[in-house]
Nanobody, 121 residues
Framework: QVQLVESGGGLVQAGDSLRLACAAS????????MGWFRQAPGKEREFVAA???????YYADSVKGRFITSRDNAKNTAYLQMNSLRPEDTAIYYC???????????????WGQGTQVTVSS
């Protein structure tokens, strides 16, 4: 079992950057593929980015070129670097772990509690 804890959210202005971290418990972190999702008020949770155990990365079109996901297996942590933030990026951001990288929510077995990101215009 994996427990995930996100951190790094906050209130920023449009154009600013933030780095989210997702700290995982357990010694099997390196075996999991990691996903990032977000949910804005009144909207469904959506895929943002993912990184496989082999460090292949995948991005939603809306964040491609602005967000970068990475992982540090020695620290059991995944990251989401968010640059050129826009008001429409405002949401609760969740990290998730699963056996196979995917853009679909059901593919991930473990989820963090989420961290709020608010981007003001």
């Amino acid at each position: 079992q994996v427990q995930l804890v996100e951190s790094g959210g906050g209130l920023v202005q449009a154009g600013d950057s933030l780095r989210l971290a997702c700290a995982a418990s357990g010694r099997t972190f390196r075996m999991y593929d990691m996903g990032w999702f977000r949910q804005a008020p009144g909207k469904e949770r959506e895929f943002v980015a993912a990184i496989s155990s082999g460090e292949s990365t995948y991005y939603a079109d809306s964040v491609k070129g602005r967000f970068i996901t990475s992982r540090d297996n020695a620290k059991n942590t995944a990251y989401l670097q968010m640059n050129s933030l826009r008001p429409e990026d405002t949401a609760i951001y969740y990290c998730a772990a699963g056996p196979k990288v995917a853009m679909r929510i059901p593919a991930y077995a473990y989820w963090g509690q989420g961290t709020q990101v608010t981007v003001s215009s």
